[in-house]
């Protein structure tokens, strides 16, 4: 899973940062994502694409924005303009699908309860209730299947996955971030999956700066299955 979502970030980061000018995605998606006979991942269908020779005003983008719901930034790019922070949020999206095997569409989301913040509120005490537990014991579990493993098993692999399953899902959380300020850029992202990946060093995830204040918002925010957020009704 992390393989694949690095093949992802090396694309768009290509696309981003080494294409010149740089070019937005902006709409990518799962079923934009397409794996070759040696399941490597890439980045298809450039169809909606922008190529950003020069700065796009808020007007003239408004109406030339196309994408996917659920995909699409709440607030695309900086101040309404076509950015490549947009396509960090879209990425954010696919790692959210991937570990939790839940569509942005699903009808269970809504505005109010949207998969960022039905993740977000389980972030990091609870997460296991929103991850899918299949794919945590497929990574970890050797030569057992996960149709065969008992519960006791399953919350074992659990436990000992956590490390890496709230790195991951806190990286996504933070390309998910309403302000496209604080989103890391794709080749930041890059980098992190890599560490994942191939074993460096990533550092205790809770005094990792750029996830800390994810830690610290997220802690008593209640039960990840519940439909409402205090902050949106008030």
């Not at 040696?38 to 196309?66: E, N």
């Not at 303009?81 to 095997?101: A, H, N, P, Q, R």
């Not at 995830?205 to 996830?211: A, C």
């Amino acid at each position: 899973m992390v393989k694949i979502t690095l093949d992802v970030a090396d694309g768009m980061t290509y696309l981003h940062h080494d294409c010149s000018p740089p070019v937005v995605r902006c709409d990518l998606k799962p079923s934009n994502v397409l794996m070759d006979e040696t399941m490597i991942a890439h980045v298809s269908d450039f169809g909606i694409s922008h190529i950003l020779t020069s700065p796009i005003s808020a007007s003239s983008s408004t109406s030339r924005l196309k994408g996917t719901t659920g995909y699409l930034a709440p607030k695309y790019g900086l101040g309404g303009e076509v950015s490549t922070k947009g396509d960090v949020y879209s990425f954010g999206i696919l790692i959210l699908e991937m570990v939790t095997k839940n569509r942005p569409t699903d009808g269970m989301f809504s505005r109010v309860n949207s998969l960022p913040r039905w993740v977000r509120r389980a972030f990091p005490e609870v997460v296991k209730g929103v991850v899918d537990r299949e794919i945590l014991v497929d990574q970890q579990t050797v030569g057992e299947s996960s149709s065969s493993a008992t519960p006791e098993i399953i919350d074992e692999e659990l436990e000992s996955s956590d490390h890496d399953s709230l790195s991951f899902i806190g990286l996504g959380l933070q390309c998910v971030s309403e302000n496209p300020r604080e989103r890391p850029t794709m080749r930041e992202v890059k980098g992190r999956l890599e560490k994942m990946l191939y074993g460096k060093a990533y550092g205790n995830l809770r005094d990792h700066s750029s996830v800390q204040n994810l830690w610290s918002t997220s802690n008593g925010m209640g039960n990840p299955n519940d439909s409402t957020d205090e902050s949106e009704s008030s």
